[in-house]
């Protein structure tokens, strides 16, 4: 039986997507040739391409709006750096949310000056800062909209004259956002959407274009959009698998039937972690929990190896915490069934009623 994926990332895909995926491995099209030893430039692949970046535009809402989809490389990693190398002609300013926050922020200052409007970073990452202020002489502002390792996630985001640029990485496609709010939004794949190996970046156009400086065509977006996403070979297994958890998404509601699914996973497991004594969440505030990553600890760390092996023995699977969090995380991307949560959220009980 498979197992329940509580994995961060590379994370739990729907197993239907799995099995065409396989199965295009072996034939696909109909055609008698693996899906991964074709042309990127045949018309079976370049209609994968295209089909891809429609729905990436379609479940966001943000067809025939001037935003364009693009499946890049380099991971969202690349993004830290492409983000800067693209937009940032003077200054720019960061949200300080985690780990990835810290890594953009260190990527923008090879280009300019950084203005850091807010951080957490005295607490660990352990919360969302608040009433920061958005200089508006920036070139853009940039934010993570869910901390992976921490287990915070944004609620609201500001109103900013600038562009907007946001690593959506580990929440993209999970809730209903006016995602029009942004001019850049990167996600690696690997998070809520597909194998590691590809990028999704969906940029409006109209905000490219405005730095002097020379940019390297692999790291130029406008060079990728004048290409359709095929100014090289694209990772095209991984965009394929992507494709079709975009379809999976669409056929089961879209993006605003997935949310309540989400929300119901997310109630379930926190509302275990308050009520059961033997622990306590990681997040200071409850609002800025995360609902696709939630971190929790044991309050007594004696009964570890008790609540390890009972998980294992239940077929959980990816629940250790982050090393620069400690304890336990439970990642319950799209794909998770809340049939899963429920596993882990008696396994919690039996703990309880053994201890
Ligand atoms: C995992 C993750 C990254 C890094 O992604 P790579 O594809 O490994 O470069 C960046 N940002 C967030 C929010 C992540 O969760």
């Not at 200054?91 to 200052?109: F, H």
């Not at 609201?156 to 999970?174: A, E, Q, R, T």
């Not at 977006?221 to 095209?236: E, G, L, Q, R």
């Not at 394929?240 to 975009?246: A, E, F, K, R």
């Amino acid at each position: 039986m498979k197992k329940h994926n509580f994995s961060a990332g590379p994370c739990i895909l729907p197993s239907s997507v799995l099995e065409k995926a396989a199965s295009a491995v072996r034939n696909f099209n109909d055609d008698n040739l693996s899906l991964i030893e074709i042309s990127h430039r045949s018309k079976p692949f370049v209609n994968v391409m295209e089909r891809a970046r429609e729905l990436a535009l379609e479940h966001l809402g943000l067809q025939n709006k001037g935003y364009k989809a693009l499946f890049l490389q380099g991971g969202a990693s690349l993004e830290f750096l492409m983000v800067a190398y693209n937009l940032l002609e003077k200054k720019a300013a960061y949200l300080n949310t985690g780990t990835w926050s810290s890594k953009a922020i260190k990527e923008a200052k090879h280009f300019g000056e950084m203005i850091e409007v807010g951080s957490s970073a005295d607490a660990n990452f352990n919360y969302i800062p608040k009433n920061y202020n958005i200089p508006t002489d920036v070139d853009y502002f940039h934010c993570t909209s869910n901390n992976t390792i921490f287990g915070t996630q944004l609620q609201s985001f500001p109103d900013v004259s600038i562009p907007m640029v946001c690593d959506m990485s580990s929440d993209i496609f999970s809730r209903v956002l006016d995602f029009s709010k942004f001019d850049l939004i990167y996600a690696g794949a690997q998070k809520n959407m597909g194998p590691a190996g590809t990028t999704l970046v969906v940029v409006k156009e109209e905000i490219l274009g405005k730095v002097t400086r020379h940019i390297p065509s692999m790291l130029d977006y406008k060079v990728h959009i004048s290409k359709d996403s095929m100014f090289n070979t694209p990772a095209v297994f991984p965009v394929y698998v992507s494709m079709l958890t975009l379809e999976w998404l669409k056929e089961n509601g879209g993006v605003a039937a997935i949310e309540t699914i989400n929300n119901k996973k997310a109630a379930l497991l926190y509302n275990e972690i308050d009520r059961n004594p033997l622990f306590k969440g990681f997040v200071a505030n409850k609002e800025d929990r995360s609902k696709m990553n939630a971190t929790f600890n044991l309050l007594e760390d004696g009964l570890k190896e008790q609540f390890d092996t009972l998980w294992n023995a239940a077929g959980i699977n990816g629940l250790n915490g982050h090393r620069s969090v400690g304890g336990y995380r439970a990642s319950m991307y799209n794909a998770l069934p809340l049939e899963s949560v429920q596993v882990l959220v008696d396994v919690m009980q039996e703990l309880e009623k053994n201890a």
